[in-house]
């Protein structure tokens, strides 16, 4: 059973610049994610199994460190940091990035704006189509489209646990060279179809709150219901059930 004291964490922004080249899988996780994954083995599995996890929540941050869990991460990194951070790498030497999900609308406005950010890379995208479960013809052409782009960092982004579930189990038919990471809403934040919090928001941790005031009828379910099911199984894990 997944516990948070048990997770390999990457522990600060500072150690995104010491990851080895190469195929790698980097999956973050949340309050959400955890809630999910504590319910659905094979979400905890890709999650889990990936090569790199790091903490995009602070209340995973904070819950390491009342837990004394093995991971103690300094500070919460979140998929829009790992995002920049790989993006403003690649551009310094030039490179192709590829970005597998979401509509052709938000993909198009990420080519847009990538052009005008990011002018060194050659952006490749890929809309799947839109329905709950992939056919076996859906993930052998996603697969296919990944390969014969064969590009230097490839995003996913499905929402979760989709987007984690369907990178760990098609894993092995990639046949890439990159990081790869499964960063959801961050495809919403670069296309600027989503504003991230404001700053301050984010440095008090907070950023959940200004999803849900912005959001209340999408986000209440994940944020008010989601934040006290975290609470109920951090303080299971605390005593010990």
């Given at each position: 059973m997944l516990r948070i004291k048990n997770l390999n964490l990457l522990c600060s922004r500072a150690d995104l610049a010491n990851l080895p080249e190469g195929k790698l899988l980097i999956n973050t996780i949340n309050a959400f994610s955890y809630n999910n994954a504590r319910k659905d083995v094979l979400f905890e599995?890709?999650?889990?199994?990936?090569?790199?996890?790091?903490?995009?929540?602070?209340?995973?941050?904070r819950t390491c460190h009342l837990l004394k869990a093995k991971s103690r991460p300094k500070e919460r990194i979140a998929g829009w940091d790992l995002f920049t951070f790989e993006m403003h790498r690649l551009n310094k030497k030039g490179g192709k990035v590829m970005f597998l999900g979401s509509s052709e609308k938000v993909l198009g406005?990420?080519?847009?704006?990538?052009?005008?950010?990011?002018?060194?890379?050659?952006?490749?995208?890929?809309?799947?189509?839109?329905?709950?479960?992939?056919?076996?013809?859906?993930?052998?052409?996603?697969v296919k489209a990944i390969n014969d782009a064969d590009p230097d960092l490839l995003w996913i982004g499905m929402t979760?646990?989709?987007?984690?579930?369907?990178?760990?189990?098609?894993?092995?038919?990639?046949?890439?060279?990159?990081?790869?990471?499964?960063?959801?809403?961050?495809?919403?934040?670069?296309?600027?179809?989503?504003?991230?919090?404001?700053?301050?928001?984010?440095?008090?941790?907070?950023?959940?709150l200004y999803?849900?005031?912005?959001?209340?009828?999408?986000?209440?379910?994940r944020y008010i219901i989601g934040n006290m099911e975290f609470i109920s199984l951090v303080v299971r894990e605390r005593i010990g059930f």
């Amino acid at each position: 059973m997944l516990r948070i004291k048990n997770l390999n964490l990457l522990c600060s922004r500072a150690d995104l610049a010491n990851l080895p080249e190469g195929k790698l899988l980097i999956n973050t996780i949340n309050a959400f994610s955890y809630n999910n994954a504590r319910k659905d083995v094979l979400f905890e599995e890709a999650l889990t199994k990936g090569d790199v996890l790091i903490p995009d929540g602070i209340s995973i941050v904070r819950t390491c460190h009342l837990l004394k869990a093995k991971s103690r991460p300094k500070e919460r990194i979140a998929g829009w940091d790992l995002f920049t951070f790989e993006m403003h790498r690649l551009n310094k030497k030039g490179g192709k990035v590829m970005f597998l999900g979401s509509s052709e609308k938000v993909l198009g406005l990420i080519q847009k704006n990538a052009a005008s950010r990011y002018p060194n890379l050659e952006v490749v995208t890929y809309s799947p189509p839109y329905k709950p479960q992939f056919t076996v013809e859906d993930d052998l052409n996603m697969v296919k489209a990944i390969n014969d782009a064969d590009p230097d960092l490839l995003w996913i982004g499905m929402t979760a646990p989709k987007q984690e579930k369907w990178a760990y189990a098609n894993w092995d038919r990639l046949n890439i060279h990159c990081h790869v990471g499964t960063v959801g809403a961050v495809f919403d934040f670069f296309a600027g179809t989503y504003k991230r919090a404001p700053e301050i928001w984010q440095k008090l941790g907070l950023e959940w709150l200004y999803r849900l005031l912005a959001e209340p009828r999408r986000m209440w379910r994940r944020y008010i219901i989601g934040n006290m099911e975290f609470i109920s199984l951090v303080v299971r894990e605390r005593i010990g059930f």
